[in-house]
């Protein structure tokens, strides 16, 4: 019998307020001319580690070392915007959440999974992907007006983080919730 393989990641999603402030940065970014695809609304989220396809015996363990983590919740904030470019050519439309102790959460959860055989993040940048870049005619035009939208910085509290699992398909991934971890309330 052939063993099944799932595609999962840590991530933390947002509240309602950030993802409506992040849907009308997307719609400022719609008057640009660019091939690509914006990120559902739904399935917006910050990536902490993306542990690609494991199988269920490997899912379990990763559940139970993320039960290990113990983290007091905390605030982050919507930052800039910006482009992840590849030769000046843009892949990726980013925002940035910005909290210091996003990233000592992030640590905590690349070590436990380092524990169990998962590569340590190379580098880390807390963000949202914001849509998805196929292809762009003036690229330094498009690269500057994305990093001229303004996002109103909203503070939002970060309670829990998820083990989610990806199904990609041909309308894109669609993300379910495998197991959620909830952080302490100081």
Do not use: C
């Given at each position: 019998?052939?063993?099944?393989?799932?595609?999962?990641?840590?991530?933390?999603?947002?509240?309602?307020?950030v993802?409506k402030?992040?849907?009308r940065a997307q719609?400022?970014m719609s008057?640009e001319?660019?091939?690509?695809k914006?990120?559902?609304?739904?399935?917006?989220?910050?990536?902490l580690?993306?542990?690609?396809?494991?199988?269920?015996?490997?899912v379990k363990?990763?559940?139970?070392k993320?039960?290990?983590?113990k983290?007091?919740e905390?605030?982050?904030s919507l930052?800039?915007?910006?482009?992840?470019?590849?030769n000046?050519?843009p892949r990726?439309?980013?925002?940035?959440i910005n909290?210091?102790?996003l990233w000592?959460?992030?640590e905590?959860v690349?070590?436990a999974m380092?524990d169990?055989?998962?590569?340590?993040?190379?580098r880390?940048?807390g963000?949202?992907t914001l849509?998805?870049?196929?292809?762009?005619k003036d690229?330094?035009?498009?690269?500057?007006n994305?990093?001229?939208i303004k996002?109103?910085p909203?503070k939002f509290?970060?309670?829990?983080?998820?083990?989610?699992?990806?199904?990609?398909s041909?309308?894109?991934?669609a993300?379910?919730v495998?197991?959620?971890?909830t952080l302490?309330?100081q």
């Amino acid at each position: 019998m052939e063993e099944t393989l799932t595609r999962v990641f840590i991530g933390i999603t947002f509240p309602d307020e950030v993802i409506k402030e992040i849907a009308r940065a997307q719609e400022m970014m719609s008057k640009e001319k660019f091939t690509g695809k914006l990120t559902e609304l739904a399935n917006l989220h910050l990536t902490l580690k993306f542990l690609g396809e494991i199988d269920e015996e490997k899912v379990k363990q990763v559940i139970q070392k993320l039960k290990e983590i113990k983290f007091n919740e905390f605030e982050a904030s919507l930052g800039i915007m910006g482009v992840f470019a590849s030769n000046k050519n843009p892949r990726i439309v980013w925002v940035k959440i910005n909290s210091k102790a996003l990233w000592e959460l992030q640590e905590k959860v690349d070590s436990a999974m380092v524990d169990i055989g998962f590569e340590k993040e190379e580098r880390f940048m807390g963000h949202a992907t914001l849509s998805r870049i196929k292809y762009v005619k003036d690229k330094q035009k498009f690269i500057e007006n994305m990093i001229n939208i303004k996002i109103k910085p909203l503070k939002f509290k970060v309670s829990e983080f998820k083990l989610m699992k990806s199904e990609l398909s041909q309308t894109g991934p669609a993300y379910s919730v495998i197991e959620k971890f909830t952080l302490a309330n100081q």
